[in-house]
């Protein structure tokens, strides 16, 4: 997820739990960067972290969005 597409404003306020999320996923990704991964492994990681977190919110994938990585 671009970086543009996470700062995009609402026409109506986010619920709690999903600035709770988007606030916990910022707080995986620093940590991730603090270990001193590769990019490539935090990006990994953080599609994996994203993609359970949409599920656990309940909503769908977007269309032609990447659920799988490279091997």
Known sequence: MAKSE???K???PKPPFDE???ARLKG???HLQSERLKP???DQRMRGAREFATYLIGRPH???QQTKGKI
Do not use: A
């Open 6 to 8: 996470r700062n995009m």
């Open 28 to 30: 995986f990704e620093e």
């Open 20 to 22: 709770f999320i988007e």
């Open 40 to 42: 490539s492994s935090i």
């Open 62 to 64: 977007r269309f032609r």
């Open 10 to 12: 609402l026409p109506f």
